[in-house]
């Protein structure tokens, strides 16, 4: 069984469009994040949401928005892609937020193109 | 502000050693991680250090010097499969994780 499976695996769309992207995670996690890796390979973490919870990285734009509807699952919807939104997204999970061991769980990531 | 510098690029030989260095600093110290990502895969967990010294773990092992800000990741015996990119990540004294930017490790015959 899959631990967190997020889908789709690839994602092609067009400027202005709008689009989500759904995660799932198995393993009775109580927190869920999501990353975004660019060109350059740093992972940047956009939002982790721990018992309803949510806590944003400020510099991401509010075009991104995190749907939990239940600890289980934690979607991302983005309004109006733009071509800078270009990039694989990664959604993980954790144990509990707030311990220094704590490792992730990713899933096998989501490569965005829009055109 | 918080960074962290590994290596971009790596090459070694299957059979061989190979040590791939990070350096941090951050705000506070609460862990160092490694992961390894294979391209277009997932990070998947290798290691963590949270006092100084030396972690092993079958072929692969972990270093730690709290005071220069320094870890390395050491594999051993290295496989075509150990083919992949190394990142190294700190929780900061927020918990925040920090990450690098990776190195990517390429095995060669």
């Known amino acids: 069984d899959t631990a967190v499976s997020q889908t789709p695996k690839y994602l092609v769309t067009q400027m202005g469009n709008d689009k989500s992207i759904k995660c799932e995670q198995n393993?009775?996690?109580?927190?869920m994040y999501w990353y975004k890796q660019d060109s350059k390979k740093f992972l940047k973490i956009m939002f982790s949401?721990?018992?309803?919870?949510?806590?944003i990285n400020e510099t991401v734009p509010n075009r991104f928005s995190p749907k939990s509807p239940d600890k289980a699952h934690l979607n991302l919807h983005i309004n109006s892609l733009e071509l800078g939104d270009s990039a694989v997204y990664f959604c993980?999970?954790?144990?509990?937020?707030?311990?220094?061991?704590?490792?992730?769980?990713f899933g096998s990531g989501t490569q965005l193109s829009v055109l | 502000g918080q960074n962290i510098d590994q290596p971009t690029e790596m090459t070694a030989t299957e059979g061989a050693i190979v040590q791939i260095n990070c350096t941090y600093q951050?705000?506070?110290?609460?862990?160092l991680f490694w992961y390894q990502q294979h391209a277009g895969e997932a990070p998947t967990f290798l290691s963590y250090?949270?006092l100084d010294g030396l972690e092993e773990k079958g072929r692969f092992s972990s270093f730690l010097s709290r005071s220069k800000g320094y870890s390395y990741l050491l594999l051993k015996e290295l496989q075509m499969k150990d083919s992949a990119s190394y990142l190294c990540?700190?929780?900061?004294?927020?918990?925040?994780?920090?990450w690098g930017a990776g190195t990517k490790l390429i095995i060669k015959p």
């Open positions: 993980a999970s954790s144990q509990v937020a707030g311990r220094g061991y704590e490792k992730l769980f």
């Open positions: 393993l009775g996690h109580d927190t």
């Open positions: 951050t705000s506070g110290f609460n862990g």
């Open positions: 990540a700190v929780r900061d004294g927020n918990y925040q994780l920090i």
């Open positions: 949401y721990n018992n309803k919870e949510l806590i």
């Open positions: 250090n949270v």
